[in-house]
């Protein structure tokens, strides 16, 4: 069986694809699920991402500024949490991933 290169190109894009959205998970279970919960449920220390207003309504770049920077003191968005939104250390390859995870998980059903 023959496979052209543009149907060999097209495979290894949507196979890399499929592995930046695994590292998505891994990045997110390794980094975030501790505060958010492994399903993005949320806990008593962060809001959920299932449903969450901000990731549902946000641009990438928004989401990505948010999980890069943090958000401590007065940028605080939940005043009613313990704790402000550490910021974290990632690649950009790695930020991606997981602002395409947390957008998928802010799709699933649960609180607003």
Same mark, same amino acid.
């Given at each position: ?16 694809? =499929? ?26 220390? =962060? ?15 928004? *989401? =990505?500024?948010? *999980? ?45």
């Amino acid at each position: 069986m023959r496979i052209s290169i543009g149907a060999g190109i097209a495979i290894a894009i949507f196979l890399s694809g =499929a592995a930046l959205a695994a590292d998505g998970e891994a990045i997110y279970r390794t980094n975030c699920a501790s505060c958010h919960g492994p399903n993005g449920q949320g806990s008593p220390a =962060a809001p959920a991402i299932q449903g969450n207003k901000f990731v549902l309504e946000s641009s990438d770049r928004a *989401i =990505a500024g948010v *999980i890069r920077n943090g958000r401590e003191g007065a940028a605080k968005l939940y005043k009613d949490l313990p704790m402000g939104m550490p910021a974290q250390k990632l690649t950009d390859e790695e930020l991606n991933a997981i602002v395409e995870y947390t957008r998928k998980l802010s799709y699933t059903t649960g609180p607003k």
